[in-house]
């Protein structure tokens, strides 16, 4: 069983920062993928960024490329969303994900039903 807790949401304008924070409680998560997907209202939840927890392989979503790092701390069993140059379109519920299982296939990555454990969620929120 895998739990997660979120942190660091909140509101901040645009072309700002922010850093998400998702601490990860298992006996182990070799072979573990961790991800971070988002909702905004009315829509439906996209994938945002994954990291393989063993290599540190990491994927992004075209939207957020060069503007969104994903990282990890082995010893401290927390994964991060750095998040720079915020937009008002990157304003939604923000959820790290977790599920076992790796691959060469970037867009394995993005596939939210492949994700068995998720985070309560946390809003950002970016104004204009």
């Known amino acids: 069983q895998v739990q997660l807790v979120e942190s660091g949401g909140g509101l901040v304008q645009a072309g700002g920062s922010l850093r998400l924070s998702c601490l990860a409680s298992?006996?182990?998560?070799?072979?573990?993928?961790m991800g971070w997907f988002r909702q905004a209202p009315g829509k439906e939840r996209e994938f945002v960024a994954a990291i393989t927890w063993n290599g540190g392989n990491k994927y992004y979503a075209d939207s957020v490329k060069a503007r969104f790092t994903i990282s990890r701390d082995v010893a401290k069993n927390t994964f991060y969303l750095q998040m720079d140059s915020l937009k008002p379109e990157d304003t939604a519920v923000y959820y790290c994900?977790?599920?076992?299982?790796?691959?060469?296939?970037?867009?394995?990555?993005?596939?939210?039903?492949?994700?068995?454990?998720w985070g309560q969620g946390t809003q950002v929120t970016v104004s204009s």
């Open positions: 298992a006996r182990t998560f070799s072979s573990y993928t």
């Open positions: 994900a977790a599920k076992l299982g790796v691959s060469n296939n970037a867009a394995y990555y993005a596939r939210s039903t492949l994700y068995s454990y």
